[in-house]
């Protein structure tokens, strides 16, 4: 592993303003049901709420797919004055030893898939500003619904296979990058209940990367992203690692009025 800064990969709202995508374009219905558009208004209804805590787990694997190294990590999160997200690193431990003194010192909070390299146990990446149900997204998003139904946490749930061109930001240079994976929607509400998806290009090292998103739906005045799960391998040379990054988000809060975003102008280039 190289002896370089932890680097904390979070990019927790749109309010931050680390979100990139293709340009805005009305919402359009896809499906037989119209099912993408209804999971589009949610995503508008709910995307002011942030979350106060977020622990992230990051496991090495071994080939049998037994944990070799695990790194715990708790944050807490919070508004400043100008409704911007700053996050602070409150545990962290490795092995079972407690890091959190020196991994405070290291800590770097940067943009999200920059990239996870397999030989850095410290390294995480995980997005909330990206997605493929924001409204202002839809230009860059192909979503088809299939005859696939899945029973999910109590849900009927339809497939739709979806790709999503958007952007990031890597060493200063604008980079594309396209999603491609499958939604999950409540076949009644159209509330997004599953996400799973990989990307590319892939980061330089990492081999193949799979992800899900889990979405709590147990609040009906409120959808937000529960769990995020992370499963790959990459390596260089010889050398082969498995990874799984599992991040959970909790104790949500709404934004202050003012602090919210404007709603997404339809048409607007």
């Given at each position: 592993m190289r002896g370089r800064g932890f680097a904390i990969l979070l990019a927790l709202l749109g309010m931050a303003g680390?979100?990139?995508?293709?340009?805005p374009a009305p919402p359009r219905p896809v499906g037989p049901h119209g099912l993408w558009?209804?999971?589009i208004e949610i995503h508008q209804r709910n995307r002011d709420w942030y979350?106060?805590?977020?622990?992230?787990?990051s496991e090495v694997l071994t080939r049998s797919g037994q944990p070799s190294s695990l790194t715990e990590m708790v944050f807490r999160l919070h508004l400043d004055a100008?409704?911007?997200v700053q996050a602070e690193l409150e545990r962290s431990r490795k092995n079972g030893a407690d890091t959190t003194e020196r991994?405070?010192?290291k800590v770097t909070i940067r943009s999200p898939e920059e990239g996870v390299d397999p030989g850095d146990d410290t390294a995480y990446s995980v997005s909330l500003t990206d997605s493929p149900f924001a409204a202002a997204h839809q230009g860059a998003v192909q979503a088809f619904a299939t005859a696939e139904r899945?029973?999910?946490?109590?849900?009927?749930?339809r497939r739709f296979n979806f790709t999503y061109r958007t952007t990031i930001v890597r060493k200063g240079k604008t980079d594309e990058l396209t999603w491609r994976g499958m939604a999950w929607l409540d076949e009644a509400s159209g509330v997004p209940v599953k996400l799973e998806f990989?990307?590319?290009p892939l980061p330089g090292l990492v081999r193949s990367l799979w992800s899900i998103y889990l979405y709590d739906i147990d609040s009906p005045d409120r959808w937000v992203l529960k769990r995020v799960s992370m499963t790959g391998h990459g390596g260089f040379l010889f050398i082969r690692k498995n990874f799984r990054t599992t991040t959970t988000f909790s104790q949500y809060r709404r934004a202050p009025a003012a602090s919210r975003p404007a709603p997404a102008a339809a048409g607007r280039p």
């Open positions: 680390t979100v990139g995508g293709g340009p558009r209804k999971a979350p106060e805590r977020v622990v992230i787990l100008r409704g911007r991994t405070r010192a899945q029973a999910l946490f109590g849900r009927l749930c990989t990307f590319s």
